[in-house]
């Protein structure tokens, strides 16, 4: 499942990074790496951009990007 595929409300861990070069780099730079916890606040109404919160930030992430990001549903403690 990729970050993509989230529902708006949902919390995911990122298990894997696709991509390379600049792609990955820029991902990377937005403090998305694997393990993080991502939670997806809102989907503009056409899907494109993504706001999701991430280290106590809150981003928008393209739709392009958030393919290159996979992730697994958070275990509920």
């Not at 393990?35 to 280290?55: C, H, N, S, Y």
């Amino acid at each position: 499942m990729t970050l993509k595929d989230v529902r708006v409300g949902q919390t995911v861990k990122v298990v894997k990074l696709n991509g390379t070069g600049p792609v990955k780099r820029r991902i990377m730079d937005m403090g998305i790496t694997k393990g993080q916890t991502i939670f997806v606040r809102k989907v503009a109404p056409l899907g494109d951009p993504i706001e999701i919160t991430v280290r106590n930030y809150e981003l928008s992430v393209r739709k392009a990007d958030c393919e290159m990001i996979e992730v697994a549903p958070v275990e509920e403690a």
